[in-house]
Every structure is written in C-alpha cells, then in structure tokens.
C-alpha cells in the first residue's frame, strides 16, 4: 500500500497547490479539462480491461483494479468540489460589484428637514 | 455641527426597522453625514432610514455585511469633503462618543485607522456574555497577526479611518468574513493602527439579532480557502 499511498498524496497536494495557486487562467481551465478526459478514457479502460487495470494496481500498491478507481475517484471528487467552490465564489464577486453599482446609482440624498443639517 | 462634517459613518442596515431611525436621529445630532446601505431588506428599513435622514443607498438583493460595508465606503469616499469614516452597527451596540474619541484620536495622533475593543487590559468585560467573550478571546490566540498589530478584538465592528485607508479599501468576502480581512489589509498595507476601549451595549434587540457562533465556522472557511487563493 506504501506506493499508492505516496501517490494519492502526493496528487492531492500538487493539484491542490496547482489550482489555488492558478484558478481562474485559460491554462488552468484547460488543464482541468485534460486531466478529466483523462479519467474518463481510463474508467473506460477500467470497465474494458479488468485485469490489466487490477495489474496496473497491484504494481501500485492497491489489490484491486476497482479499489484503484475508487481512490481516483475519490480525489477527483474532492477536486471538482473545490473548483465548483472556487467558481461560486468568484461569481459572487461578479454578482457583489454589479449590486453595487446598481445600488450606488440608485442612491437617494436626505430630504432637506427641518433642522438645519446640510453642509453642501 | 460642522465640527464633523468631513466624517462619514458607513452603516450596513439588514432588517433593522425597529431600531435604525433611532439610531440614525441620534447619530445625526453629532455626524452630519450618514450613508444606510439597506442590503436587502424585507422589513421597511428603507423607509425607517429615510425618515432619519441618512444617505440611502439599496442593494436590490442581499449580499451580506462585508459587502454593504464596502458599497457604504465606495459611496461615502466618492463624497466630496470626505476625509474620515467610521463603520458603525445598525443595532444600537455602538456609542457615538466612543466614535468621537477615537476619530479625535485619529486626528491628533499619526495613524491611519482606529479600531473598538472590548478586552483593553483592565477593561470591565463582565456585561458581555461569557461564550462570546470566550470566542472572541480564542479567534484573538489563534490569529498570530492579530497579535502581532496588538490588537485585542478583531471583531469588533466599530472602526475609524482615514481616506487614505478607505480609497485602497476592497473588501472581497461579501460576508462576515470581512473583519479577519480588515486585519489583513492593515497588515498588508501596513498602516498604523491602534485600539481604543469601546462598550458595546448588549441589548435584547441587539443579542437577539447578533452573530449565531457557528457562522465562525463559515468565517473560517472563507478565510482560509481565500488566503490560499490569493498567494
């Protein structure tokens, strides 16, 4: 198990890193977008191929091929999550500015009272 | 009256009809220039607050505290005269001398931004309720930038400054994140900061519509995904 332990960890935080670090470029995304095709093509190979993917774990580390793509499954999980967490959050910032011109355009002076208050 | 009349208090209002038209009438017998960003609200706010006689300035939807602060301080810096701001609650927990000894302070001394405490050493702190005395207490240990300004209450939402701070102000957590990321900026920016005692009065209204404690579990959250975010 010590193998795909390391590598387990080490994915995790290198893309970690990698996606703090470089969220919201063109590259990123494209990246992104890679690395999921990626996976796809290998959980197809997976469900083609039991044996070898098994092959491919035990060289790993892992028992089973199946146990293999739960661990990948797991981290990619984890990764589309913070990067669904990421893209809200810059949304929100987009949604924050324009409220705020919005509200800032909208804003209304104190009617003139009857206490002399006004300076300008 | 004119004594204050380059100071802007910047009042983030959420739900607060009950309370805000007193709170702005008796802000207003000292601060001549108050701007009430209603964020939101679904109570009457707006019109409590035009009857009081602050600038209105309304978000069409809610976004939160942090990001009615800084739509207040956009507002207020674009003023012309502008020189000093104050963040002041809606509730009524604030006291409007504590804002004039800490904006005299401004004035005199050579800082940039004052900030309300509640835990100055010596300081009587038994009227505030002993859960949140020990929150604020543990968010101040486990915040070594906190401590490294001196300061003693991040949270607290009474702060002054000046137009120098409040021009390079942005603040990005629209919630009540934006206390832990006041300090960052001062840090950041290093502008000089000092503490000034302040009591807050701890009214039914005002406990019943404070901070439930497990929204620092969210603060915390925000705060530390964005500081990675921003490296």
Redesign the interface.
């Known amino acids: 198990m010590i193998i795909i332990q390391i590598v387990l960890i080490l994915a995790v935080i290198l893309l970690l890193l990698f996606f ?2 470089h ?1 919201g470029k063109s590259k990123t995304a494209a990246s992104v977008k890679i690395g999921f095709s990626l996976f796809m093509i290998f959980g197809v190979l997976a469900v083609l191929f039991p044996d070898e993917v098994t092959t491919v774990a035990n060289w790993l580390g892992v028992g089973r091929g199946t146990d293999l793509l739960l661990y990948g499954m797991v981290v990619a999980f984890g990764f589309a999550t913070i990067n669904t ?2 893209r809200f ?1 810059e949304l ?2 987009r ?2 500015k324009l ?2 011109a ?3 355009q ?6 003139e ?1 009857k206490e ?5 | ?2 004594e204050w ?1 380059d100071v802007w208090l910047v009042v983030p209002v959420y739900n607060e009809a009950q309370v805000i038209r007193d709170v702005v009438r008796h802000a ?1 017998q000292t601060f ?2 108050i ?1 009430c ?1 209603d964020d939101g609200s679904r109570d009457g706010s707006a019109e409590q607050i ?1 009857a009081g ?9 809610n ?1 939160g505290q942090g ?1 009615a602060l ?2 207040g301080i ?2 207020a810096r ?1 003023q ?2 502008a020189q000093y701001f104050v963040t002041f609650d809606a509730d009524g927990q604030h006291q409007v001398d504590d804002v004039v000894r800490m904006l005299k302070r401004l004035k005199d001394e050579d800082l940039d931004i004052v900030v309300g405490t509640r835990f100055k050493a010596g300081a009587d702190t038994s009227h505030i309720p002993w859960i949140k005395r020990l929150v604020l207490r543990t968010v101040v240990m486990l915040s070594p930038r906190t401590r490294r300004l001196g300061l003693s209450d991040a949270h607290n939402g009474l702060r002054a400054f000046t137009k120098k701070v409040a021009d390079s102000l942005n603040i ?1 957590l ?1 919630g009540m994140g934006h206390a832990s990321e006041f300090v960052e900026l001062i840090d950041r920016h290093k502008w000089k900061v000092a503490e000034e005692p302040v009591e807050i009065l701890y009214t039914e209204y005002s406990m019943a519509k404070g901070q439930s404690l497990i929204n620092g579990v969210n603060i915390v959250f925000d705060s530390v ?2 500081s ?2 921003k ?1």
């Open positions: 703090l670090r969220h967490y990421l959050k929100e910032l949604y924050a409220v705020r919005v509200a800032i909208n804003s209304e002076q104190p009617q009272q002399p208050v006004k300076v300008d | 009256m004119a009349s207003r001549p220039n701007v960003v035009r006689g602050a600038h209105l300035v309304r978000h069409p939807v976004l990001a800084q739509t956009e507002y674009a012309p005269g990005m629209n995904v964005r990675g975010a490296r």
